[in-house]
């Protein structure tokens, strides 16, 4: 067994493991492939060992990637900040959104999703820590979020996610809670990477998103 191949199979066991730890059992842990600075061989080979599930940061360089990769049944998350310039792309290249952080961007990614396809699954980037240099939404602007997405037939409302300052675990729970508090709590709760994800597992995640515990260390 390759190295990839072995951490990708580790992953997945150490995934279930936690799922199955955890108060109620498992429950289904959606597990996306980080690949921002990967290359096409990268995701060709994880994709070959089963994985669906592809995470990307920056809109240019998944737009560069993605038509090389048509020939594959990858569902595609975009997880890095939205600038408002870039919900037209955004909205037409990918399957899943996890950094929705303000009303206007639910408001542009719903009027640009082309009614045709499938809705576009929206999350919402909670800043659990309260750091003015992070993205995401204050948690008392996320019902005005949530109220927005439900404007649009285009979107599907899927739940919350964070990216917490390394070693604040405690965040998982906050968000578990904040999510817990809404009027009508949503199903996903995309947080943990690959230093922490058996944490937030434990404290409810469905989604994880882990990329150098799957690829290795990036090119810089």
């Known amino acids: 067994m390759g190295n990839r191949e072995s951490a990708y199979h580790g992953i997945r066991e150490r995934i279930e493991a936690a799922g199955a730890d955890r108060p109620g059992g498992s429950g289904?842990?959606?597990?996306?492939a980080v690949s921002k600075r990967q290359p096409i061989e990268a995701i060709r080979a994880l994709a070959d060992l089963g994985q669906r599930d592809f995470g990307e940061n920056y809109l240019q360089e998944a737009i560069d990637k993605q038509p090389e990769l048509t020939d594959l049944p990858l569902t595609w998350h975009f997880i890095g900040p939205i600038q408002s310039n870039k919900t037209r792309a955004i909205a037409a290249q990918f399957d899943w959104v996890h950094s929705v952080d303000r009303a206007k961007i639910a408001r542009r990614l719903g009027e640009q999703r082309d009614p045709a396809m499938e809705p576009l699954n929206v999350l919402i980037q909670v800043n659990v820590d309260g750091e003015q240099s992070k993205s995401g939404a204050e948690p008392a602007d996320v019902p005005g979020i949530v109220a927005a997405c439900a404007e649009y037939p285009t979107l599907?409302?899927?739940?919350?996610?964070?990216?917490?300052?390394p070693g604040n675990v405690a965040a998982f729970g906050q968000l578990a809670a904040l999510n817990a508090s809404l009027a009508e709590p949503l199903p996903d709760l995309s947080m943990g990477m690959s230093g922490d994800f058996e944490a937030a597992i434990a404290a409810g995640a469905t989604i994880v998103r882990v990329g150098t515990a799957l690829f290795g260390a990036r090119d810089s």
Do not use: W
């Open 156 to 165: 599907r409302l899927r739940g919350l996610m964070c990216i917490p300052r």
């Open 28 to 32: 289904e842990v959606k597990l996306v």
